[in-house]
């Protein structure tokens, strides 16, 4: 894949990994937030975005994301692309100041006036989850209420509120979105780092009571939405509120945390150069010190397992200097915490209706083996109204290259448009 064409993918939130900078300040948060939406190119073509990090703005365009870029403030309303090059626009705006619109120029082509489409409301709001306080936006749709309303629950590392295309494809279908900055990120408090998938569960509950207590939200009608590790925290928190009417779970996998990991490891091991019995060694190892984690043995019984193969061949081509120590107690007291969870045990709870899609040629999620996993699940559960879509030639980022250029892959946004408007949750 070319380099720009990468970078412009990963800064388009189409990764779970969130390039978020932690424990953002409230301006720099929310600079650019008036730029955040939806404006129509051409019939059919929408471009959607807002503000990113560091100050700077994306757009993207979900059927061509080349048509997208980061851009950076050249002066008061005008913006140039940092990648890819060449792009520009200017904001227009109303006598009152309110963005309508977009004058968008591609390269040297003509200026196209992109009209401000599917307008919302946000209101920026902190709740409690037991010692943490979490600092979200709730996006509403422009009009009378109760709406709709969808909980993004995030993937892993530092992210913060602004999960990119989801917040403006669902309000674009009529429904709210509430999104918040994962605890220790942006004004949040608190640490993901120090607490464990069942703490991020109850903070996305708590989400969900939020909404539920408003009275311009529709009670009956709050899903959750959950991406690649949401995979692990949404269904867990469907389980934990009576307010959570759907659930729809992306790239999220059907085997617990310890053997999705292990899978991950064995894709990092092969661009090491490992295979055979190197490789097995090493997955070998890694099981032992997850199987240790799970049985909540101390810090320091890793010693045990890692010292007698430190200077073995195959240790130190996987490891080099460091190794599963490297993490700290800190890494270890979350393992402790989180390599049992499994996803099918929430599953097998569920009593609402289900959407879950998986990545065919996923290289973090074991998509083979979730697959029949979360079938018996579903079968399993209370609820009869449940789907689980693999996505032909897609990976965990759901990117695919279609007439050359880096697009989308087909059956996700548009089957979770009509899931929900034949459920009744969204508009057609």
């Not at 700077?56 to 870029?69: S, Y």
């Not at 009593?351 to 579903?378: C, G, H, M, Y």
């Amino acid at each position: 894949m070319p380099t720009i064409v990468a970078r412009l993918l990963l800064c388009m939130g189409f990764f779970a990994h969130s390039l978020a900078v932690a424990r953002a300040d409230e301006a720099a948060l929310h600079q650019h937030m008036d730029l955040f939406g939806n404006y129509e190119l051409s019939p059919g073509q929408v471009l959607t975005g807002g503000p990113w990090e560091d100050g700077q703005v994306l757009f993207m365009e979900a059927t061509n994301i080349a048509d997208g870029g980061v851009f950076t403030r050249a002066d008061a309303d005008s913006f140039e692309s940092v990648f890819p090059p060449g792009k520009s626009f200017r904001v227009v705006r109303d006598a009152a100041g309110d963005v309508t619109a977009l004058d968008w120029q591609a390269g040297a082509g003509s200026t196209v006036r992109a009209q401000r489409v599917h307008p919302q409301a946000r209101e920026d709001v902190s709740i409690e989850s037991g010692d943490v306080t979490l600092s979200g936006s709730l996006f509403l749709p422009v009009g009378p209420g109760p709406h709709p309303c969808i909980v993004l629950v995030h993937g892993s590392g530092d992210s913060d509120r602004y999960m990119g295309p989801w917040v403006t494809f669902f309000l674009q279908s009529g429904v709210g979105v509430f999104t918040y900055d994962k605890r220790g990120v942006g004004l949040s408090t608190g640490d993901w780092r120090d607490g464990s998938y069942a703490a991020l569960a109850d903070d996305a509950v708590a989400a969900v009571e939020y909404l539920a207590s408003r009275d311009d939200v529709d009670a009956g009608r709050i899903g959750i939405h959950g991406s690649s590790e949401g995979g692990w925290v949404a269904p867990l928190a469907a389980t934990r509120s009576s307010h959570v009417s759907f659930l729809i779970v992306r790239v999220g996998p059907g085997q617990p945390v310890a053997e999705t990991v292990l899978y991950e490891m064995r894709w990092d091991l092969r661009e090491k150069n490992l295979t055979g019995e190197e490789l097995e060694q090493v997955i070998g190892l890694s099981r032992s010190i997850f199987d240790a984690a799970s049985r909540g043995d101390a810090w320091e019984s890793l010693h045990a397992i890692v010292d007698p193969v430190r200077d073995t061949a195959w240790y130190r081509k996987a490891y080099g200097s460091g190794g599963p120590r490297g993490g700290g107690e800190r890494m270890w007291n979350w393992h402790v915490a989180n390599v049992h969870v499994d996803p099918a045990a929430s599953v097998r709870q569920l009593d609402i209706p289900v959407l879950w899609f998986l990545a065919e040629q996923d290289e973090n999620v074991d998509t083979a083996a979730s697959e029949p996993l979360l079938r018996a699940a579903f079968e399993a559960a209370p609820t009869t109204d449940h789907e689980l879509r693999v996505l032909p030639g897609a990976n965990h980022a759901f990117f695919v290259m279609r007439d050359g250029q880096p697009s989308y892959t087909l059956g996700y946004w548009d089957a979770m448009a009509e899931w929900l408007a034949s459920r009744g949750w969204a508009s057609e």
